[in-house]
């Protein structure tokens, strides 16, 4: 959709400002978007999109749109309906969890809102591309998808409802894929570009997307959700699921003792054992016990004292869905004979992941599985075993495992994402081609999504100050409005017609406020909204002279009428 040369009387136009926001409404993006009159909220997780900012948004949409066709890429639409056989098939239904929304028609068929679109894509190039000769291909939509979130929070950030751009890539073997993931990969950096957010690029985990390689970008915000840990001193950067850190050898090449058992009483905590011991939180080791709901097993995770589990990589050590991770109970503990606040790896029977710190460790204090007991001098292969993996958070300051230089961490909005999914449905679904011998080859397959609607939040993140909104130019919903300081007075008016009938022949969107109102009321209006450009026609409008007040800056210029025309014209060209 293309908005040049748009003209609008603010008079005709739906202009619901709010000098407050909901009580919910925490972050500033969620504030302003609801003060601005933008968004308006249904239910928790689900809003109606106003006509400012449903302008705002198809321009975000268009971007997207002309990049992705730029490279190569070929628009569909598809049904945010999905059957249940197809999640079945490709192993999904049980295994994407409670946020997938279930629902039967009359005739008792299951069927689920979309939040995602592999199986679909899969399925419709299985029966549409019958030759090679087809491949490659990328398919991509921009629709509406669902997921049931347990807390819906932040506006748009986190909704049950949300708009996304999903693409799918179709090859004839991995080659293939890396061309088109590069192709993305590129073609994101474009996008995010033009949409002018500060971000970065992150290795980041699968999730119930799947498959063996994936990259965030993510807007830099105090209020992301996500941590980016990032090296200054070379290329590597990862979100907190994902990141990796070198080992830090505290405990290398100690000579083993003998295991003592002591006496802790009532020192649970990592904190309360090491001040009682009179010991670094480094030479503790933390027993996490968690049940594994895939197949109801308890599971013990070994993490040095000062660290923290990270739940996703136990996740993936165990391969199994993150909704089937859950924390042991004090009950659950009890029937393993061991003592909340006191478990330890020591002749406990359950499964042991042991992160690779503690596998370099020497002499450590475990819980004895004993209440008001810890063992001192306990030794990795010596008195305990188990999986050895990465299962820490890595923090701020740990050791780059690219260059060893110290890592930096930045809080981030996960605006898109990219994966290798290989053929992890192409495989189940049957979604084939034959090779030159006939045989049926599985196609490679590569996924790629953006969050329009979280992208949107994410710029006004990075984009407001106390007044309101400051949309960059080529995403605002108007570039310039014209407000007189009186409408009924002969001379203003011929001047605010005379800019707004000139504009309206070039690709200028423009507003003419000819609302019946206080100027302040209306400055005020257009601040909070965002306007990059406000032109006000007032005390100077008998020299034909105006005030132009930049939104971004707050600059303010004297110009005659044919330079303000020309100023606004000139930064509207000057778009991509």
Not at 223 to 230: F, H, K, L, R, T
Not at 410 to 432: A, V
Not at 495 to 515: A, F, H, P, Q, W
């Amino acid at each position: 959709m293309f908005y040049g040369g748009i003209t609008m009387k603010a008079s005709k136009m739906l202009i619901s400002t709010l000098k407050e926001a909901p009580n919910e409404a925490i972050i500033s993006s969620h504030i302003l978007l609801i003060r601005a009159g933008m968004i308006r909220k249904l239910v928790a997780g689900v809003y109606n999109y106003l006509p400012l900012g449903l302008r705002t948004l198809n321009k975000i949409e268009n971007i997207i749109i002309d990049e992705m066709d730029r490279a190569g890429a070929l628009q569909i639409l598809s049904s945010a309906i999905q059957p249940k056989e197809l999640w079945e098939a490709s192993g999904r239904w049980q295994k994407y969890g409670p946020e997938l929304m279930r629902f039967k028609d009359r005739h008792n068929r299951e069927f689920c809102l979309g939040p995602t679109h592999e199986e679909i894509f899969t399925d419709l190039v299985k029966n549409e591309i019958k030759s090679r000769k087809n491949l490659p291909i990328n398919l991509y939509q921009i629709q509406t998808k669902y997921r049931d979130e347990l807390r819906p929070r932040f506006g748009l950030m986190r909704g049950r409802e949300f708009i996304m751009k999903d693409s799918y890539s179709f090859d004839l073997n991995e080659e293939g894929l890396n061309q088109s993931y590069e192709l993305m990969y590129k073609t994101y950096e474009k996008i995010f570009t033009r949409l002018g957010i500060d971000y970065k690029v992150v290795l980041a985990d699968t999730g119930a997307i799947g498959g063996d390689g994936s990259h965030q970008f993510m807007a830099l915000s105090d209020v992301g959700e996500s941590d980016i840990i990032y090296c200054e001193h070379c290329n590597y950067a990862a979100d907190e699921e994902k990141a990796q850190a070198k080992i830090d050898l505290y405990h290398d090449n100690i000579e083993e003792k003998t295991m003592e058992l002591v006496l802790t009483p009532n020192k649970k905590t990592i904190d309360e054992v090491s001040d009682f011991l009179k010991l670094n939180k480094k030479d503790i080791v933390k027993s996490m016990v968690y049940r594994n709901l895939a197949n109801n097993e308890l599971v013990l995770v070994m993490v040095r004292g000062d660290r923290e589990v990270n739940p996703i990589k136990v996740i993936n050590a165990l391969k199994i869905a993150e909704h089937e991770l859950v924390l042991a109970t004090a009950e659950d503990i009890l029937e393993i004979h061991s003592f909340e606040g006191f478990v330890g790896p020591v002749g406990l029977n359950i499964k042991t992941l042991v992160d690779e710190e503690v596998a370099y460790m020497h002499n450590i204090v475990v819980g004895a599985n004993k209440k008001d007991y810890h063992l001192t001098c306990v030794n990795f292969k010596r008195d305990f075993d188990g999986e050895v993996f990465d299962l820490r958070i890595v923090s701020k300051n740990d050791l780059c495992p690219i260059c060893g230089n110290p890592l930096k961490m930045e809080k981030g909005i996960e605006m898109g994402q990219i994966f290798k999914l290989g053929t992890k449905y192409s495989l189940p679904l049957k979604c084939t081609y034959q090779d030159e011998l006939g045989n049926n080859i599985p196609i490679v397959m590569g996924c790629y999504g953006i969050g329009v609607t979280r992208t949107m939040s994410s710029i006004i993140e990075q984009n407001h100050d106390e007044f309101g909104i400051i949309w960059p130019l080529n995403i605002a919903p108007y570039h310039v409005v014209i407000v007189p300081i009186n409408y009924e007075d002969e001379l203003i008016k011929k001047g605010s017609d005379y800019i707004y009938n000139r504009l309206n022949d070039t690709k200028v969107e423009i507003i003419l406020d000819d609302r019946e109102a206080k100027p302040g009321f209306k400055f005020k209006d257009w601040e909070l909204i965002g306007i990059p450009y406000i032109i006000t026609i007032g005390r100077k409008a008998s020299e034909n002279i105006c005030e132009l007040k930049k939104r971004r800056t707050l600059e303010k210029l004297e110009l005659s009428y044919d330079e303000a025309i020309e100023f606004i014209k000139k930064q509207v060209e000057n778009i991509k």
